[in-house]
């Protein structure tokens, strides 16, 4: 192991900026993901939360700044539709891109519970199924990073709970540092292991979540660290 490998950061980000005409949207953002952390992002509408994760997925070419934007080659992005492509069969979608992966796509969609959809067409999928996909085609590519933007914004209440117990899984499993942007703040002390809000262009609060899993909203310490992050994002209770 290299000396001191263990401080060294999967996403290293110094005073980012991100102006659109002359707003800046980012100003001045610092941010370090440790190796297999996972990170919750919460903000409110408008904060630049998406902005920020596609400077960190390589998708703006606009980002300026005085620091530096140090992200791993190997990213995955899931975004709130999955994004499959219509006319290509599930087995398809999740290997796309990769030669002679078929065998790995076959375990992914193991892993996310659709064995035998292989063959199915996307939209022979409820929307949840469809978001499964979408993370079995971000990690048959073994990413360093997953940057996910309310991948489950648009899931029912109890789809969505199942995701979680999902995600969790698979991040146990993988061990990918996690960016998941959510304006769910139950669902980010759920998941995370910190959970940090964004304001004004910067990181405004953190939240190191040491709670025992399973997590439970009825635990004091979930209570507790809830509201101090409602009071960041400027709602009071
Ligand atoms: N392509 C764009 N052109 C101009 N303004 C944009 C563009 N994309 C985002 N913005 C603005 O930047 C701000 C942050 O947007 P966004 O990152 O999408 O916020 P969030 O994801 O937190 O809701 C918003 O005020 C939005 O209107
Ligand atoms: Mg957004």
Not at 36 to 60: H, I, N, P, W
Request: hydrophobic share 45%.
């Amino acid at each position: 192991m290299a000396p001191n490998a263990s401080l060294v950061s999967t996403v290293q980000v110094r005073e980012l900026v991100r102006r659109y005409d002359d707003r800046a949207v980012l100003d001045g953002l610092d941010l370090d993901i440790a190796p297999g952390e996972f990170v919750a992002l919460l903000g409110k509408s408008g904060s630049g939360k998406s902005t920020l994760l596609r400077a960190l997925a390589g998708l703006d070419y606009d980002v300026e700044g005085s620091g530096e934007l140090a992200v791993p080659e190997n990213v995955s992005v899931v975004f709130q539709d999955s994004r499959l492509l219509p006319w290509a069969r599930v087995l398809d979608n999740v290997v796309l891109g990769l030669s002679g992966a078929d065998d790995r796509g076959l375990r992914s969609l193991d892993e996310v519970g659709l064995a035998g959809r292989e063959q199915a067409w996307p939209n022979e999928l409820s929307g949840g199924e469809q978001q499964r996909v979408a993370l079995a085609r971000s990690l048959v590519r073994e990413p360093e990073l997953l940057l996910a933007d309310e991948p489950f914004g648009a899931l029912d209440a109890l789809t969505r709970l199942k995701m979680h117990v999902l995600l969790r899984k698979l991040c146990a499993a993988h061990q990918p540092a996690v960016l998941l942007v959510t304006h769910d703040v139950d669902e980010a002390i759920v998941l995370a292991d910190r959970v940090i809000v964004l304001d004004t262009g910067r990181i405004v609060a953190e939240e190191t979540i040491s709670l025992p899993a399973p997590r439970s909203a009825a635990d004091p310490g979930f209570a507790a660290v809830r509201s101090r992050l409602l009071d960041a994002l400027g709602v009071s209770v």
